[in-house]
């Protein structure tokens, strides 16, 4: 097991997941209340990312689709 390419496929997955909802930087920094620029930074050098700061973008993300489902749902 390669854990920098490990974190690369990390990377690119949480890409994917954005790109599949329509979501940008901005909006997932904002939920996670860090600074659009430090998660520009974190999803360009996954190899510098913990597990934890993964975890928080992951569910930003799911926060973020969960909302809408539920306003999409009235």
Do not use: W
Request: net charge positive; glycine share 4%.
């Amino acid at each position: 097991f390669d854990p920098e390419q490990g974190m690369e496929d990390l990377r690119t997955a949480i890409k994917k997941l954005m790109d599949m909802h329509g979501l940008t930087q901005r909006q997932v920094a904002r939920q996670m209340g860090m600074d659009e620029a430090q998660l520009s930074r974190t999803l360009s050098k996954p190899q510098k990312s913990t597990y934890e700061t993964v975890t928080r973008i992951h569910r930003a993300i799911d926060e973020i689709v969960a909302a809408r489902q539920k306003r999409s749902s009235r």
